[in-house]
C-alpha cells in the first residue's frame, strides 16, 4: 500500500490533482477498477445499508493492514463542501469539474486493539462519499492539504489509544440535498457504516 500512495503524492503536482486510483501490482480496485489518470471513478448507485449514523457516531471493526489486523473506532465528523470554482483548480482539465464542487470527508479513527503499525495504514481508503445516494468521483491527492486532515504518509507507528482524522475528497454534483460518507474495511463484503449530513 504505501508504494500506491507515495507514487500519488509524488505524481500529483501542488493544486493539479488527477481524478484516478492506481494501485501497485494488479487486481480489482471497488473503487476505481483501473481509470487511466485524468478520469474520475465511476459513479454508481448506493449498495442497501442499514440505518444511517449521526455526525460523529461511531462503529468498530477490524483492518487487516499490511503488518496486522487491527480494531479500530471509526466516526465520520463532518462534510466540508467547496464551490465549483474551487473545483475547477483541482483538477488538469477545469472541464471536468463543471457543475461539480469538491466534498471532502472527516473521519476519525482511533486505534483500539491490535499492535502497532509498521506500514502506513489502509484504513482511511474505505471511505467513500455518496451525493443523493449516487457515488461521487474520487478526487486522489486533495485530502492531505485540506484543514483538519492528517497525513496518511506521517502516520507509521500508530498504536494503541491513538486518534487521526483521515480525509477522502470526492467531485459530487452542485445543488446536491444529502451527502453520505460510507466505510467499510476494504476487503470486507459486508454492509457499510453510513452517517448523513444536510449539503450545505
Known amino acids: 500500500m504505501l508504494c500506491k500512495k507515495t507514487a ?3 505524481a500529483a503536482p501542488v493544486a493539479v490533482l488527477a481524478l484516478a486510483l492506481t494501485a501497485c501490482g494488479g487486481g480489482d480496485d471497488k473503487k ?3 481509470k487511466p489518470k485524468g478520469e474520475a471513478a465511476n459513479s454508481q448507485a448506493k449498495p442497501k445499508a442499514p440505518s444511517a449514523l449521526a455526525a460523529g457516531e461511531s462503529t468498530t ?3 487487516k493492514e499490511e503488518s496486522a489486523t487491527v480494531t479500530y473506532e471509526v466516526a465520520a465528523q463532518k462534510v466540508d463542501l467547496g464551490t465549483e470554482a474551487e473545483a475547477k483548480k483541482l483538477v488538469s482539465d477545469p472541464k ?3 457543475g461539480l464542487v469538491a466534498a471532502v470527508a472527516h473521519v476519525k479513527y482511533t486505534h483500539k486493539a491490535g499492535a ?3 506500514d502506513v495504514p489502509d484504513v482511511g481508503d474505505g471511505a467513500e462519499i455518496y451525493a443523493d445516494g449516487v457515488r461521487g468521483g474520487l478526487l486522489i ?3 492531505e492539504d485540506a484543514a483538519g486532515c492528517e497525513d496518511e504518509l506521517e502516520l507509521e507507528g500508530w498504536k494503541k489509544g491513538e486518534s ?3 480525509c477522502q475528497t470526492y467531485l459530487v454534483p452542485v445543488g446536491t440535498k444529502e451527502i453520505e460518507v460510507h466505510w467499510a474495511p476494504e476487503d470486507s463484503e459486508g454492509e457499510p457504516a453510513v452517517w448523513k449530513f444536510p449539503a450545505k
Do not use: I
Request: hydrophobic residues 50%; proline residues 5%; glycine residues 4%.
Open 32 to 34: 476505481s477498477e483501473d
Open 141 to 143: 491527492g486533495a485530502s
Open 116 to 118: 502497532p503499525l509498521a
Open 61 to 63: 471493526a477490524k483492518v
Open 8 to 10: 500519488l503524492r509524488f
Open 96 to 98: 471536468k469539474a463543471k
Open 164 to 166: 487521526h482524522v483521515l
